[in-house]
């Protein structure tokens, strides 16, 4: 397991403290007022929706822990994280978890948004098939509709029925028989959630395994909060000031951190003919669409809602409702330049920001092994012209250093006679013998124990990143209950 926790967990109540008495970002700009009731209602839509969660899981027959979210006081601080409604992997279960830690910790309130404004497929499962020495990567997945996340439902029961047959068949397969039962009791979960919102149904299987300190809502929800659209409303009227100066800092954080890639780590806005795109999608039932603003106004579809883009996802709940953002290591890459944006247009400081990411692989031996071999054969070098170094390890066994010590030291008298040659001649000599012994040399280290593990050195990088798969969800892998 490698975890990546920044900085120590022992600072994040420090950092929040500081937060706090810095002041939540845009309060001197919007007024304590209007920050305070922004954060109350989207606390009380948090509560009103895990509430409606838990007693929709109470329904279907699903247990899962009970947790008391602390009554809302004006006072009280917020510390959040979020993501798309996918099946987690363990870096963003990891993420949740110390999102719980920190919300009891420290008696805040733990505010996990989900981004079910976003595309793709939010019911994508992948698992492995290990057939001796190889692995591949099949996928499925639990959900069907259309692209927009918050508009995908659940697959019919004979749908999942065959693939979590397969799936289950293939881990047993692949010798992962933990995962492989724990994969059956997620089937029955989801068999339970057929037809249901992706959305939810990925939340309740979650919280199945999770122990949760905190409430839950999309941030669909969270935008169709009356106060919260007003916000987005007036960032899109500004159009003519914030397009340019969002480009702007593109550009100069692109220049600044040396990325070529202009969709790095977001694309510019559009400005053409008087019309501007802005970093906001308007999203109906189940799609989006780019909004664009220009002198005539700025176009909203009939029945669409505005929704921020993902740098401005960050600026609305990190810098409005949150005393502390739990960022995984995409957030931690991108949130530097929303920091920046932020001081460009407002002239303040976003409140700074944690990350908490765990990579735990379903085949931890195997992948130490490559990555050992990799490190060995790295070495091999080394290994040849100085063998001494590698004596009393791990390496070589007691029969393959019984023939390589004589060597060794015969190698060594060598080199001294090659030091004290006089002569043309006797230097010749004592370098023929000494190439002739370091061929020796490596004859036996390639015959040695060593041999099985430059083996395995040759695996080539797409192999090792199958075995190495951080993707697996993450009920594969060991959780905690």
């Not at 190889?134 to 996928?139: E, L, N, T, Y």
């Not at 969002?246 to 550009?251: A, E, P, V």
């Not at 190439?435 to 280290?445: F, M, Q, T, Y």
């Amino acid at each position: 397991m490698r975890t990546t926790v920044q900085p120590a967990y022992e600072e994040w109540s420090t950092i929040l403290r500081e937060n706090i008495a810095g002041s939540p970002m845009l309060r001197s700009i919007l007024g304590s007022d209007v920050v305070a009731e922004v954060r109350q209602a989207v606390v009380q839509e948090a509560v009103r929706y895990t509430d409606k969660l838990l007693l929709r899981a109470k329904d279907l027959g699903i247990q899962i822990a009970g947790y008391s979210l602390p009554d809302y006081e004006p006072d009280i601080p917020i510390v959040t994280a979020g993501h798309q409604p996918l099946i987690y992997h363990w870096g963003l279960y990891f993420k949740n978890l110390k999102l719980s830690q920190l919300a009891k910790d420290t008696g805040s309130f733990g505010l996990n948004t989900i981004i079910d404004t976003d595309v793709g497929d939010a019911g994508q499962i992948m698992w492995p098939l290990v057939r001796g020495e190889s692995i591949s990567i099949k996928f499925g997945s639990v959900a069907v509709g259309p692209e927009l996340y918050r508009a995908q439902t659940i697959a019919p029961i004979e749908h999942l029925d065959a693939l979590f047959t397969e799936i289950v068949a293939d881990l047993e397969r692949s010798g992962c028989t933990q995962a492989a039962a724990s994969t059956a009791r997620v089937a029955e979960l989801y068999k339970k959630l057929s037809g249901e919102s992706v959305v939810v149904a990925n939340s309740l299987v979650r919280w199945a395994f999770e122990p949760r300190s905190y409430g839950e809502v999309p941030l669909s929800h969270i935008l169709r909060i009356p106060k919260v659209a007003r916000l987005l409303t007036d960032f899109a009227k500004e159009y003519e000031r914030v397009v340019p100066i969002y480009n702007q800092t593109l550009d100069n954080y692109r220049r600044e951190h040396k990325i070529k890639n202009a969709a790095n780590p977001f694309p510019n806005m559009r400005v053409q003919d008087g019309e501007y795109e802005l970093p906001l999608w308007a999203v109906s039932d189940d799609s989006r669409k780019p909004v664009v603003a220009s002198k005539s106004g700025v176009t909203v579809p009939i029945g669409s809602f505005l929704a921020p883009r993902g740098s401005i996802s960050t600026l609305l709940l990190r810098g409005y409702c949150s005393d502390v953002a739990v960022h995984g290591l995409g957030g931690a890459k991108y949130d530097p330049f929303v920091d920046e944006f932020a001081r460009a247009l407002y002239g303040v400081h976003m409140p700074k920001f944690v990350v908490a990411s765990c990579t735990k692989y379903l085949f931890p031996d195997v992948v130490e092994r490559y990555e050992n071999a990799r490190q060995v054969k790295a070495q091999y070098k080394e290994m040849v012209s100085h063998t001494e170094k590698f004596f009393g390890a791990t390496l070589f066994s007691a029969e393959d250093e019984a023939v390589l010590r004589p060597l060794v030291s015969k190698r060594g008298a060598l080199l001294e006679a090659l030091r004290a040659a006089a002569d043309p001649e006797s230097r010749s000599k004592a370098a023929h013998q000494l190439n002739a012994l370091n061929k020796e040399i490596k004859e036996s280290i390639d015959q040695s124990a060593v041999a099985p593990i430059l083996a395995d050195a040759a695996i080539d990088d797409a192999a090792l990143a199958r075995w190495s798969c951080r993707e697996f969800p993450f009920f594969m892998i060991d959780t905690l209950r």
